[in-house]
């Protein structure tokens, strides 16, 4: 059974709750090692909006966990790292990309813009796999360091908004 | 008569570098100016390899004899040493999968067992040791059994006896590939015996002594998971 512990990860003040909007609401973008995430981010509308609410967030992370047996299933029926969409809740989609050690990169959206996620998790595995060459980060451990967290924060105001 | 001599050119230069603190300010941004052309983060190297980027055998073979010797004065017994060898070598094998994956750009993962170790018999044999594995082959006594041959692993070219036990670290890496693709397995390092290459028929061939083989033992659950994949 997988332990699910959120002590271990950041929060972004950056996210939004801007629902008047007709464009995607925040998206939620986590890195799962085999026990617990590593790393999240997310990627919504510029700053300036109020904090997302701690309900909402939770709720997007059960949505997540409830996902993982899926993207687990997937991931040995399908060969590609990228597992496109896997899971839909009501509105909203998750789309996966496991990696060569099974790292998976989960991302919680709602419109459906493959070509912009794919490119995405590309650059986010480029960014994990020069994270993993470091001796000093042992593996399945969360990700700290802020030079990867502003690279991926970049690269999602790059492809996702 | 020299000393002096340069002393005096010094004076007489219209811009000379009077203090100690002019001398250090200049060297710092001298540094500092070569330093921003130069990648400053992890995240900035590329990952894809030179065509000349290749490490000595003597170097490797230098490195790994201090690491066998570093652990050797720390056990009491050869089967501890090939633990700790086999640990040190584990954790290389995660690193191994994830960058040789990256760079076959192909964005694929191995989900077969069949595929995953011909992937370690060859792809990772070659970036590691320069060939490709000797052969792979199915053990026909056990299901769960696999071998990959090699004829000179690096690790105990150099050593006269208990090559087996520092061909350790290599079971570890292909442990640690094995355990990052998702195929949990226990790897050992033998050294075929006489009565093994007679029964193998190598009739007229002095037998090898450096050679070597890896015995993959995988996990049933492993098994399984492959059988149900068809």
């Known amino acids: 059974a997988k332990q699910h512990t959120t002590s271990s990860v950041h929060y972004s003040p950056l996210s939004s709750n801007n629902m008047s909007s007709s464009q995607q609401s925040p998206l939620l973008f986590l890195i799962v090692g085999r026990n617990e995430p590593l790393y999240s981010a997310e990627f919504g509308k510029p700053p300036g909006t109020p904090i997302t609410a701690q309900s909402i967030t939770r709720q997007n992370f059960i949505v997540m966990h409830s996902a993982l047996d899926l993207v687990d299933k997937s991931c040995w029926v399908n060969s590609n790292m990228y597992l496109k969409v896997v899971d839909t809740v009501n509105h909203q989609m998750i789309s996966t990309f496991s990696t060569a050690c099974h790292i998976k990169f989960m991302l919680l959206h709602t419109g459906k813009n493959e070509d912009a996620i794919k490119n995405f998790f590309m650059d986010v595995y480029e960014l994990y796999t020069k994270l993993s060459m470091n001796p000093f980060y042992r593996f399945d451990t969360p990700i700290t360091s802020k030079q990867f967290n502003a690279r991926v924060k970049a690269a999602g105001r790059r492809y996702l908004s | ?230």
Not at chain 2, 33 to 54: H, K
Not at chain 2, 67 to 76: A, E, F, I, W
């Open chain 2, 1 to 230: 008569n020299n000393r002096t001599r340069r002393r005096k050119q010094t004076k007489n230069q219209p811009y000379s570098i009077d203090n100690n603190k002019d001398l250090l300010l200049t060297f710092i941004a001298f540094k500092m100016s070569r330093q921003t052309a130069m990648p400053t983060s992890i995240l900035d190297r590329p990952l894809t390899r030179g065509r000349t980027e290749q490490v000595s055998l003597s170097a490797f073979g230098l490195m790994y004899s201090e690491l066998v010797q570093y652990h050797q004065n720390r056990v009491s017994s050869i089967p501890e040493l090939e633990r700790r060898l086999e640990s040190s070598g584990y954790g290389v094998g995660f690193k191994v999968l994830e960058l040789l994956a990256f760079r076959g750009r192909e964005a694929k993962r191995e989900t077969r067992i069949m595929s995953i170790l011909q992937f370690i018999s060859v792809t990772a044999w070659k970036s590691l040791f320069g060939k490709g594995a000797d052969s792979l082959e199915r053990s026909l006594d056990n299901a769960d059994e696999y071998m990959i041959f090699d004829n000179n692993p690096i690790t105990s070219t150099f050593l006269s006896s208990h090559k087996s036990s520092a061909d350790a670290y290599i079971s570890g890496i292909i442990a640690g590939i094995l355990e990052g693709a998702g195929f949990t397995a226990r790897v050992q390092a033998v050294c075929p015996s006489a009565d093994e290459g007679d029964a193998r028929g190598i009739i007229g061939l002095p037998r090898r002594k450096d050679k070597a083989v890896f015995v993959v033992k995988f996990a049933d659950k492993v098994l399984e998971r492959d059988a149900a994949l068809g």
